[in-house]
């Protein structure tokens, strides 16, 4: 029996990531602001523990990982799920929107990953998975501050994975693409207070778009819960797991980009080191 971690899990993915791993028999340590929603949802069972956590407040991250310990002794899988999404374009953010949007989405991610990992060491064994977005390979429109936590999130993992690896520790980070949940609800998405006019044909094109979309992305969730369980079943998991068809022609799309603009700048890019023999 394996021991999940996973944070944001009243909801959205990190409820079905939940019940796909107590129907796989394992046990799950499921946290959220309020507790209760978990248990409402679930049920009490002896598989699964409901832990207080936000994961802004670096107390109550070590005092639910010490819960998780205290319960079940040990933690194998960290799913870092939870999050938000802010839309509005770069100058219509302002400075505590952002600082609130990377105060969850990455410094709440560090704050349990550090709790965490000092386990995953005494074992010399556990998966870290990171939630990330096809946002976090590729920036669009309206979603800069957003994709900007993402970004941070896919370079942590990367440096995260060459670092733990010799200790018999894995982490991945999952690029979901555009799935059809609550993420573009009042209570997962919060807007820019400012909206400027000279951004009505860029950024509120993208705020038009994303009303339009709600519950009608291509992204089926509960598929990709049962991807979970294929990643951490997997001997050798990857880095990056882009789940989602949008995911994989965004990725393709922008390699082609970026491949095609280095071969144009290619001879500029080699013309600032030192010359050979200097």
């Not at 409820?15 to 409402?40: F, M």
């Not at 880095?239 to 082609?256: F, M, Q, Y």
Request: aromatic share 8%; with cysteine; glycine share 10%.
């Amino acid at each position: 029996m394996r021991v999940w971690f996973i944070t944001g899990a009243s909801r959205g993915f990190g409820a079905l990531i939940t019940e796909q791993a107590l129907a796989a028999g394992d046990a799950v340590v499921a946290t959220a602001r309020d507790p209760s929603t978990v248990t409402a949802r679930f049920g009490s069972l002896p598989r699964l523990l409901a832990a207080k956590l936000d994961v802004t407040d670096e107390v109550q991250a070590q005092a639910a990982v010490d819960q998780a310990v205290k319960t079940f002794g040990r933690i194998d899988i960290l799913v870092n799920n939870a999050g938000y999404g802010l839309l509005g374009g770069v100058e219509e953010a302002s400075g505590a929107e952002v600082e609130r949007l990377f105060a969850t989405n990455v410094f709440g991610l560090l704050a349990v990953t550090r709790a965490v990992l000092p386990h995953m060491r005494r074992q010399r064994a556990g998966h870290i998975i990171n939630l990330s977005s096809i946002g976090g390979y590729q920036s669009f429109i309206g979603w800069g501050a957003y994709c900007a936590t993402k970004f941070a999130v896919e370079g942590l993992t990367e440096a995260l994975a060459l670092e733990v690896a010799p200790l018999g520790i894995h982490a991945t980070v999952v690029e979901p693409g555009f799935f059809r949940t609550d993420f573009l609800d009042d209570q997962s998405l919060s807007r820019t207070k400012a909206q400027i006019e000279d951004y009505h044909a860029t950024v509120g094109g993208m705020r038009d778009f994303a009303a339009g979309a709600n519950h009608a992305q291509p992204g089926d969730p509960a598929r990709l819960a049962q991807a979970f369980i294929a990643l951490v079943n997997a001997p050798q998991p990857p880095v990056r797991l882009p789940l989602g068809s949008d995911t994989v022609a965004a990725i393709e799309k922008k390699n082609a980009f970026v491949a095609g603009e280095l071969a144009q700048w290619r001879k500029v890019a080699l013309s600032t080191d030192f010359p050979a023999g200097a």
